[in-house]
């Protein structure tokens, strides 16, 4: 059961959430998004319970797993600084985050309402590798975050990494 969480967690920590589109005229100013965004997961247990996944578990596994992802990804945080020059500075926290994981930094663009980041990260074996996120726009003092998917695969419903503007 404990190896089930982690890798459900793992999933939604490196999973996509999707997109929405914003309109052309509705996308963000260069000058809108520069500044630190403080961002933080939430969890809506209804929607994540309706998560085809977790149909495969039995009731009690569902729970319990469905516990530990709310305690644990309700305590995960990220920073992010958008420079006007173009680059991004942040820093992730939360249960289970390596101290090597938590710092990154990178360059942002827009791309009609999608904010996209691309930084820079090490794997295990202290490689550098790039990881993509995605910002989408929702107004002046709110965004929210995905990682393009990998394999086809997305964050569960009810999960959210929220945003606002300092």
Request: glycine letters at 10%.
């Amino acid at each position: 059961m404990k190896s089930l969480g982690f890798a459900i967690i793992g999933l939604a920590l490196v999973s996509s959430v999707p997109v929405t589109a914003v309109a052309a005229d509705d996308a963000p100013s260069k000058e809108a998004v520069v500044g630190t965004w403080d961002g933080k997961v939430e969890v809506d247990l209804d929607l994540l319970k309706s998560d085809e996944r977790f149909g495969k578990l039995s009731a009690e596994q569902a729970e319990t797993l469905l516990r530990v992802l709310k305690d644990t990804l309700t305590k995960t945080t990220m920073s992010i600084t958008f420079a006007a020059d173009g680059k991004a500075t942040g820093e992730l926290n939360g249960p289970g985050i390596a101290a090597k994981d938590r710092p990154k930094k990178g360059t942002w663009t827009i791309d009609g309402g999608a904010i996209k980041v691309k930084a820079a990260t090490k794997d295990d074996a202290n490689k550098e590798s790039q990881r993509d996120m995605v910002f989408t726009w929702v107004d002046a003092k709110t965004m929210t975050m995905g990682f393009p998917a990998k394999d086809g695969k997305e964050w569960p419903k009810g999960i959210a990494f929220k945003f606002t503007k300092k």
